[in-house]
């Protein structure tokens, strides 16, 4: 008897502290006993998918509405896109280069660009879509009336949730998707017994806009009583046939009530707790292989946790995630608006001083690529793992001359570069199709990407010539990865790159062509991203491709982001063959060529030419800033490199403008920060907070989602605290005034180091390095402080430029006071 009491007394502790962990948030809000800078909150539901809460393990995602009558999580698979493996590679078109490339040089854009439309294009000319699986339908018996409602996203622990009073009784939810048990976890709890009643429906998604003749289907039926099945298969699309099958399986618990199925809806009644398990999988491998059994694989999902309770899932889930999230902390300074629920204070910080926004808006960066990109999960593409819509806006592809790269950004300042990983797997994956496009379309050896892929790694032009002349978006993602070398120097990391890194430069060393009169080499044929030139003759066109007007021709040879993305490339590669000691015949080819690489050019207006000629803008205000890739993110231009030429960036950069898209703003703020300008890139952080962000800082307001601006914005916050470029480390190098004080802890910097940082009045006050790898440490900073390893003063180099360098140990901490 007296084991039972004291099995009963500790079974009554614990459901006590559970039900206070509950209640802890909502109580905060209220209390503002909160981090304004790791909690978002809301005190209404979501009314659109765009406004509501986003929770994911990499794999899984779900979009949380909070809705207290009829709740709708919406959930996706990364892996159910239309179609199934296929090429659009397209044989023989390389007799036809020189005839472009020619036309092109003779000023002959019009033919040049319908040639290359006829003979150069991929086929399908475009790609596959990424689906939503369903919908978890949750219709309560209360809740039409309530009070005191809160919803929120705990960053700190990654989990989602809802509170509200109905009845008299007061109702707690919590969702979140569990990265080691791979399920979709939904809680929900009230404060008095036997009080929740509810209909679960487990609702598949069907492209609408072909509901007369799609290939998709899905099928809903059920298991017992408490068993929810939704399987299916994805459209055949652009003549590919759709191979991708799935099944998502919604198991419920529930303590006291009942439970009965009737026809497509699971019954709840009276129930004290209710908690729902959803998975799902589908039979995709690889962009190769779809040969798996998605029922095995949910079956094997149930298998691993079925013996767990929901606290030992949730107290997993929580470890997981906060081993990823706990790497940084961001202090900014908080007003009385900080803790005012989140769509309030991004409205309101335009005109009310609220630097803690910029706290959030970076940490829930972290978050959704976290919630998003894991190892071993494929790549974030343009929505994160997040889509409703059978036929989203640009296909909810891989974006590749800026939007995919803007999305992984922030990961290695962020101390988030195991969360590039499938990044590096995207570029090995399609240097398959790349190496075949990079032979077949241009007679080169290494491997090319243009403007776009998909799931299934296809690398050929796509959408037409207007877009798919950009033929150095494979090279962007080689310096991208890089870059996380130079964060990370993992020699390991460094093998696995260099192989992609050596066959982007292989296509372009075989692919340039010297300018004509010139001993320029130069990219034939070429774009700058999405933006028309205002050069003589340029006119409105009929595009067969399309089968479409096009404003104007777009077609050169040699764009500035072009030539840029190729230098950073050709360093890139030497660097690494110099570290590796392989290739060194062709490595001193590449330096060469690079040398020979058409440079930066200063316009007549003063602004940094966009083109190899000097012509004009079309669009005064152009969202994409390519001839500004060398400053941000590349490695071109810079006050130490070329001190020449900055001021013409920042003329460029003002007739830019302040505003335009999203992740044209977010872009924005890294180059002003670039150009130590921390006033002027806030200016243009709140301005993207009131118009470009939806409510949970999702980017796009008013458009359809996308997490690049979101992951820009988080790059940008960083970029104004911390530079690590020209082989040194600056400390607030683009600091606003606004943010006079501050704290940062384990943001990391090029060479492996990592920054615990304190400052007051705009200088630093406390500082600690931590060496990753070794290697000696340059270091740019506004105090003067001494450097102590284990107490021991550690010698300093004065350089002439006023920076400071000293050699650290691998694992050893460095303390400046």
């Known amino acids: ?301 149930l298998t691993g946790f079925q013996n767990k309770s929901y606290h030992a899932i949730k107290s997993g889930q929580v470890e997981s995630y906060q081993k990823y999230f706990n790497r940084v902390t961001l202090n900014l300074p908080k007003t009385a608006q900080s803790y005012l629920p989140t769509d309030q204070r991004l409205q309101n910080n335009v005109t009310v001083a609220d630097p803690s926004l910029s706290a959030l808006a970076y940490q829930f960066g972290r978050f959704i690529l976290i919630a998003s990109s894991l190892p071993g999960t494929q790549a974030a593409n343009l929505q994160g793992i997040w889509n409703e819509d059978s036929d989203p806006m640009w296909d909810s592809k891989y974006t590749t001359n800026i939007n995919l790269q803007m999305s992984y950004w922030p990961a290695d300042a962020g101390n988030l570069s195991d969360c590039a990983e499938p990044l590096y797997q995207l570029v090995k994956d399609v240097s398959d ?98 933006n028309f030139p205002g050069r003589p003759g340029n006119k409105t066109f009929f595009d067969e491709v399309s089968g479409s007007f096009i404003p104007l021709t777009n077609i050169c040879a040699g764009s500035s982001i072009d030539m840029q993305i190729i230098e950073d490339l050709f360093s890139s590669y030497t660097a690494a063959a110099a570290l590796l000691k392989r290739d060194i015949d062709f490595s001193n080819k590449v330096s060469e060529r690079k040398k020979m690489l058409l440079p930066p050019t200063i316009g007549k207006d003063g602004s940094l030419q966009e083109w190899a000629q000097d012509w004009d803008q079309t669009e005064k205000q152009h969202r994409h800033l390519s001839p500004l890739y060398g400053l941000y993110p590349g490695d071109v231009l810079s006050f130490s490199k070329t001190p020449q030429l900055m001021e013409a960036c920042k003329i460029l950069l003002e007739r830019r403008g302040d505003e335009n898209s999203e992740w044209s703003r977010a872009w924005k703020v890294c180059l002003w920060a670039r150009m130590k300008d921390g006033n002027h890139a806030l200016k243009i952080l709140k301005g993207y907070y ?55 802890k384990g943001m990391c910097t090029r060479g492996a180091f990592a920054i615990n940082m304190k400052w007051m009045q705009h200088k630093v006050t406390n500082l600690e390095i931590l060496s990753k790898q070794g290697g000696r440490c340059r270091l740019q900073m506004n105090s003067k402080m001494k450097v102590y390893n284990n107490g021991k003063n550690v010698k300093l180099k004065t350089n002439k430029d006023g920076t400071i360098e000293f050699e650290t140990t691998k694992n050893a901490t460095y303390i400046f006071k």
């Open 690 to 744: 009131k118009d470009e962000s939806h409510a949970q800082l999702l980017s796009g307001r008013g458009k359809v989602m996308q997490i690049d601006g979101t992951m820009g914005v988080a790059a940008g916050i960083s970029e104004m605290l911390i530079q690590s470029q020209d082989d040194k480390i600056e400390l607030l190098p683009a600091l606003p005034m606004e943010w006079s004080e501050g704290e940062v």
């Open 1 to 301: 008897m007296k084991k039972i009491n004291i099995l009963l007394f500790v079974m009554l502790a614990v459901a006590a502290v559970v039900s206070a962990q509950q209640t802890d948030v909502a109580a905060s809000i209220q209390n503002h006993n909160f981090d304004p800078a790791t909690l978002l909150w809301y005190d209404a539901p979501a009314k659109v998918w765009n406004d509501a809460l986003p929770v994911g393990n990499g794999r899984l995602g779900a979009m949380v509405f909070g809705t207290p009558d009829n709740e709708r999580i919406q959930f996706n698979e990364e892996t159910y896109w239309s179609g199934g493996p296929y090429s659009s590679v397209t044989k023989g078109g390389a007799k036809y280069l020189p005839e472009v490339q020619n036309l092109v040089f003779q000023n002959k854009f019009l033919e040049a660009q319908k040639l290359f439309g006829s003979k150069l294009m991929g086929y399908p000319v475009e790609q596959q879509k990424y689906q939503p699986m369903g919908n978890l339908v949750l219709q309560f018996d209360n809740g039409k009336e309530y009070t005191n409602y809160k919803r929120w996203l705990d960053l700190t622990n990654g989990v989602s949730g809802v509170e509200y009073s109905s009845g008299g009784v007061k109702y707690h939810r919590e969702v979140f998707v569990s990265i080691p048990d791979q399920v979709i976890v939904v809680r929900l709890t009230a404060d008095q017994q036997q009080k929740i009643s509810l209909r679960a429906t487990l609702r598949g998604v069907r492209n609408q806009d072909h509901s007369n003749y799609a290939t998709d289907y899905f099928h809903m039926s059920s298991d017992g009583n408490n068993t929810l099945i939704l399987n299916g298969k994805s459209a055949d699309y652009l003549g590919v046939k759709g191979q991708v099958k799935y099944e998502a399986k919604l198991k419920v618990v529930c303590e006291d009530g009942s439970m009965t199925i009737d026809g497509d809806y699971l019954d709840i009644k009276n129930a004290t707790s209710v908690t729902l398990y959803l998975v799902a999988a589908t039979n995709f491998i690889n962009y190769k292989d779809v040969s798996a059994d998605a029922h095995s694989r949910i079956e094997n999902y």
């Open 433 to 530: 199709q790349g190496a075949q496009v990079a032979k077949e379309n241009y007679g080169c050896n290494g491997w090319v990407l243009h403007q776009n892929t998909d799931l299934w790694m296809v690398a050929a032009p796509m959408d037409g010539p207007t877009w798919g002349t950009f033929s150095t978006g494979g090279a962007w993602l080689c310096n991208q990865l890089w870059q996380q070398y130079l964060y990370t120097k993992d020699p390991g990391y460094l093998e696995r790159i260099y192989p992609l890194i050596k066959g982007s430069a292989q296509f372009f060393m075989d692919f340039l062509v010297k300018q004509p009169g010139s001993q320029w080499y130069v990219t034939n044929p070429s774009s700058s991203p999405e």
